[in-house]
Every structure is written in C-alpha cells, then in structure tokens.
C-alpha cells in the first residue's frame, strides 16, 4: 500500500466526550484503528479520519451530530466500507461514523412487501430473513457484507433492476438524523409513526438523502420494497462480436420487460479473474456476452418467456446481427445469479492478478450511446495497458442504461495508481460528453460534473446543502462544490 496517510490531530477533549456519548468501547481516536478507515481499493488518495464512532441507538446519532456541529467537525457516514469510488473516505478528517452496529431487520410485512431495516443490515443478513418468507430484495453484483441501504440511498443497482429499477426507486420511507441533530421522517412514516409503505402521494423530500453520496444526513432507518420469489428460474445466455449488435438486443429485449436483469459484458469482465496487465482477447472468442434472468410462477410462463426471447433473437438475426446463443462461463454466471454473491465483489474475482486495486468509470448512458462511448474507453484502457472489462445493463426495459467499467489495478506504486485514475478519469470525460451521469462518483468525477453542469443546477445543490447542513460538516468535500 502506497500513500499511507498523514497523521492527523486528534483532540483528546473530543474523544472524551464521544465516549461518553456511545461508551468507551466504542469511540476511539487510535492510530491504528483509523488507519483501517483511511482507504479503500479505489485510486483515490488515503486519508485518516480523527476518530472512529460506532453508536447504536438513534439517540446517540443525534447526540454525535449535535456535539459536531457544534464543534464544526467533520462527519463522514460510514457502513460496510465495500464502495470503491472513496465515498467513505474522509476528505477533512474528522469523525467517522460507522453504523455497522445498528442492524436490526425491524420489520418484514409478507402482505404489503415491505421491510423496515436499520443502515448496519447486510445484504446476507436480509437475504436469509427474507427466504423465510419466499421473498427478495434487489441484490447487487458485489459481497454479502454489503450494506443494503447505502446500495438504495446511493442509486445502487441490482438483480432486480431491469424490472423494477434502481435500488433507489424501491424506497418507501426513512428516518433520518439532520447534520444538526434534529430527527426527521420522510414518507408515510412521517404522517403515521408505525407506516412505512409508501413515499407517494407526498412530497419526495426523501430525493434529499438519496444520490447525496452522505452529505445530508445519517440514514437512522428505511423501508424498502420486497418482492416474491418465483420457482423457475430461466437464463437466456448470449453473445455477439459487437457492441452494437448488443446494445441492440439488449434494447429489443428490454422493449418486451420480461427480465429481472438484462446484461452484458466484454470478454474482459467475464473472466475470472479480470486479466491485469491488459492482454488481447482470443480471435474465436465473441467480445460481448449477455445473460438475461427471467422468474415465472409456471411451466407455461417460462414457455411464454421462452417464446419471446426466441422471437427477439430472429428479429435481431434479421438485422443481420452476430447474435448467437452460447454458453456463459459457469462461475460467472453463477455470481450473478445466485445474489448475494461469494463471488462477485471477491479479490478473487476482481482483483487477484493486479493486486488490490480497483475502481470505475460507473455510469448511466443512454444505449444509443454504448458503442461509440466503448470504442473510445478500450482505446484509452488498452493504451495504458488496461483491461477494457465493461459491463453494460438496461433499466427499467429500455428506459435508461449502465456503461460502466471495472478497472483492477496494482496498488504497490504511486505510478501504478496515477496510471489508472488518469484513465479512469479520461473514460468518465468520454462518457460525460456523451450524455451519460456517473454514479457514486469520488471527487475527481464530481469536478468533472460541475464543470458541466447548468450553473442553476450547482446553486441549487449549493442552497440546499447549505439549508441542511449549515456549518458544512457532513462529507466535507465530497460533492465537489
């Protein structure tokens, strides 16, 4: 590990009174401790937050964030730490606060499809409750360990997404502790205590908690919509030698909406591991793979799917496409199937030959975009000796795509590391003057927003951070403002 950050200046008066606050053993300015806080496996820079506060009632969330502002220091929320665009890392020292301890699953309602949970919930941990039940949440390609409502709050996506849309448009309500401590509620919990079904009909105040990347407040609960398991699970696997060819029947599927996820990705991505150094892709080997899950309640249902997955594939053959049916690699396959993965999100599958580096390019592009965005991202990716690993996916049908690129890198060098956020960063100004919009975007990427963004669209941002978080104390920095 390269970059080890500075020692920062811890005030022993602070860490007395967040003892007090969560008890001894959970509040710490330790130097050792911090450091396991400071990075993540992305390029951005490690920095040392001053204190480490793990609370566990929504009392003591509120009684941290007044002792911060009153003091003016920085918070940076904080859960399961597996994001890798550096949301978590502390631009401005500070506390930061892990939520890891506040996980009870509060509620699961079997009629109206909804849970109640707490921000330490993993996505292991709702899973094996919501099996009791025969039902699902919409589990991301990334580890167990994951926490599902920074995934929701952050516009994470999922298993389900091609269905019902990112993670983000499955919320119901949430309970949220202000910068300055006051408790807020937004969605029907907000009109009656004990009611967590429905954002709508109200006001979508929770639109100012979510895609925020821990700017406005602390996520003390949230609601989230749950769906029923069916029994038969179909995979339609394909391939083709073009981007073009795939982003076309990707959309000529997605127009039919009969698939819970709707993917492809370049040989690159389908290997296990993801190849580092850059190495060419076999001539036999199709450049683009899909799979697309599809769940059915009965034998003719699946027939039906079927069915209009064949039609889909003669269209496109009309077209004069490379579409072919193939076989999708098993293990793969299998960590995007059966979510929450072992495998997908793992050193493992990512990052063993580089060595402990990754990050992105994350993105939503309209498909008509894919291709010329793609061919300029392998160039840039190739000429620093990159793998061109890219994932694309469409939401909701056809209505809005993902293009996003996972880049393992070695970690052992400053060169290493500067090597690929400079071609990270060169993919996302490709994207970006594309039309597409990065999510979970670390701050070089938000520079890169603001610079092209409406001047009317910053100030607003501006206005509303401010109204909330007047002493700006919540994840100093990280909206690049």
């Not at 890169?448 to 009317?456: D, L, M, V, W």
């Amino acid at each position: 590990m390269t970059g080890m950050p500075k020692d920062s200046n811890v005030d022993p008066k602070f860490t007395k009174r967040l003892c007090e606050i969560v008890g001894e053993k959970n509040a710490t300015d330790k130097k050792h401790i911090r450091y396991a806080y400071s990075y993540d496996l992305s390029f951005v820079k490690p920095k040392s937050p001053d204190y480490i506060v793990m609370p566990t009632s929504v009392e003591q969330v509120q009684e941290v964030m007044r002792f911060a502002n009153q003091e003016k220091i920085s918070v940076t929320p904080y859960t399961a730490g597996t994001n890798i665009g550096g949301l978590c890392i502390p631009e401005n020292g500070g506390i930061l606060l892990d939520m890891k301890r506040m996980n009870k699953i509060l509620r699961i309602d079997e009629e109206s499809h909804y849970a109640v949970i707490e921000p330490g919930v993993s996505h292991a941990q709702l899973a094996s409750e919501l099996g009791k039940f025969n039902l699902r949440w919409s589990w991301p390609v990334g580890p167990p360990s994951s926490s599902v409502s920074s995934n929701a709050i952050s516009h994470g996506i999922g298993g389900l997404s091609g269905r019902y849309g990112l993670n983000s448009e499955e919320i119901t309500s949430m309970e949220v502790v202000l910068p300055t401590g006051e408790l807020v509620r937004v969605g029907s919990c907000a009109i009656q205590e004990d009611s967590w079904h429905s954002c709508l009909p109200l006001p979508r105040v929770d639109g100012l908690f979510t895609g925020w990347l821990g700017t406005t407040g602390i996520i003390t609960k949230i609601a989230i919509r749950v769906h029923p398991t069916p029994p038969i699970l179909k995979v339609f696997t394909a391939s083709t030698e073009k981007i073009a060819h795939m982003g076309s029947y990707l959309r000529t599927l997605g127009n039919y909406e009969i698939c819970d996820d709707l993917t492809g990705v370049s040989w690159w991505l389908s290997q296990v591991p993801i190849p580092y150094p850059y190495k060419p892709k076999p001539t036999e080997a199709p450049e683009w793979i899909s799979f697309a899950t599809t769940f059915s309640w009965t034998q003719k249902e699946k027939e039906a799917r079927e069915e209009i997955w064949k039609m889909v594939v003669d269209e496109e053959t009309k077209k004069g496409s490379s579409l072919k049916e193939t076989n999708y690699p098993a293990e793969a396959l299998k960590a995007r199937t059966q979510l929450p993965s072992q495998i997908v999100g793992s050193t493992k599958n990512y990052t063993k030959q580089a060595g402990a580096g990754i990050s992105w390019p994350g993105t939503f592009t309209p498909v008509n975009k894919w291709e010329p965005v793609y061919d300029k991202w392998k160039e840039i990716l190739i000429s620093r000796n990159l793998s061109p690993s890219v994932r694309v996916t469409n939401y909701r049908g056809v209505h809005y795509g993902m293009l996003r690129a996972m880049i393992p890198f070695p970690k052992k060098t400053p060169e290493t590391i500067e090597n690929a956020r400079q071609a990270i960063v060169e993919c996302l100004k490709v994207d970006l003057d594309n039309g597409g919009i990065p999510y979970k975007p670390p701050v070089d990427f938000g520079l890169e927003i603001n610079k092209r963004a409406h001047p009317g669209y910053v100030e607003l941002l501006k206005k509303t951070k401010k109204m909330l978080d007047p002493n700006d104390i919540m994840n100093t920095g990280k909206l690049a403002l």
